[in-house]
């Protein structure tokens, strides 16, 4: 304890205040949520309603510090003279108190500050040792328990609104942040609030400052389902408790240790999901853009476990590459040459692209497999080409590009227009020779397109009648 002096104007702000205190000591007292036939609230509410001199007085033979601070915060008031305070530290910062007597000095520095809804929970420091009494206090609530109740969950909010914590409501629990992984505040073996990774608040430090109980971890536990099913890991929640650290932090703390430990047994984490074998974990990527049975042979063959915070089939593919990248491009692609894998460039995904690219260009080829009779006729196989190799819209952006030679070619162009119906604000490039000729091409042309190319040889002989 530290002593320093008052000023004259300090003592007289100070015996004012005990002067309201002693109108009615009572109202240092809460509300208790069990009383029962020994509720010491009960007891000092009695004791206190008679508030005679000798009553006063009478407390300081009292073994109860409550009783005794009362009677030598009297003595301070009667003597009309409090020249010293004293300071206590506590974890939530320091409060002055007048010194007299033997009494607990938390217990005299909760009596004096009665009204102040942090300080006046000391009051009751020597009574929540001895006899695991609860007292809880926020702008709304002064309540106490004599028999383990919780203060309920009105208590919480009305707390976490007085620390200007913003929540949500969620039936019986009470919800902070919204995204990412979670722990659960257990008061007294029930949640209370739930808490999202995305909350930078320091929820429990909160708490805290408005509970006084004599085993904080006895009446509050954290809790959490992230892969709840393969470890129960948790940092050390006295720096949580404390308020050092936010919300954010102990969870992501709380997530790393959880996902080393199930890596660490091989095991496959995919933002909260688990898996404990490669063909499942890969199944449950719906955008894999490889066969499922290639990429979990990869999995098994990387040899150890995976965690994906980011829980896309790309960044599975990223994880694998370095290790087993050409192993899967040579297992879905069986003619690629050395080569070729040499020159691949850009992410997994990129190179899977560019070699479905020159595989799809190579089956292109092959189905249209047909030498032209006439320039025009080559216009038309290779606009075919491009049309299975790159899309139509690719295909007709490149033969707009173009200087025709004459109309049949512009016959042949317009006849794919006809069949993508990509006529408009194109029909003033064409005649109407151009048009008529173009229009029964098509007709020939279109169950050519739908075999995607493959019906190109039964159609030649009847296209070389318009086609020369």
Known sequence: MRLKAHSKERQEEFLKHLDLF?????????????????????????????????????????????????????????????????MLKTPYGSVEYAKRGNTDEAVMAGIQHFDDRKWRMLAFSSLVKAKNVRIYSSRNFYLASCKGTSPGKEFFEDVLSEEQIPFQEDSETIVIGNDGASIN???????????????????????????LVRDISADFSISSDFLAGYSNEFPDTSRYFSGMVDDRHFVHEMKDMRVRKS??????????????????????????????????????????????????ARKLLEVLWDSQGNEILKASFPDIEKNQLKSLKGSPVEQIESLRKMGDSREVEERINIDPWSQESAFMIDFLKATFKSGRQAAIRDAEKMTFSGPVSKAVFYAFLAIFQETANREWMFTQNEKDLGHIIAEILIPVIDSKGKKLADKVPELRKYIP
């Open 22 to 86: 002693f109108k009615d000591p009572s109202q240092v007292l809460p509300e208790c949520l069990d009383s029962g036939l020994f509720c010491p609230f009960s007891s000092y509410s009695k004791k206190l309603g008679k508030r005679s001199t000798d009553q006063m007085d009478g407390f300081s033979r009292s073994s109860d510090q409550f009783l005794s601070g009362i009677s030598e915060t009297y003595k301070i008031f009667e003597s009309n003279s409090a020249p010293l305070l004293g």
């Open 185 to 211: 505040i257990v008061n007294l073996g029930t949640t209370v609030i739930e808490v999202h990774e995305d909350s930078k608040h320091h929820t429990m430090g909160s708490i805290l400052k408005h509970v």
């Open 263 to 312: 890596v660490s047994k091989g095991y496959f984490v995919k933002g909260e999901e688990l898996f404990t074998d490669a063909e499942s974990f890969v199944s449950s990527f719906d955008d894999l853009p490889l066969e499922k049975q290639v990429v979990a042979d990869a999995v098994r063959n990387y040899g150890k476990g995976i965690y994906l915070d980011n829980p896309t």
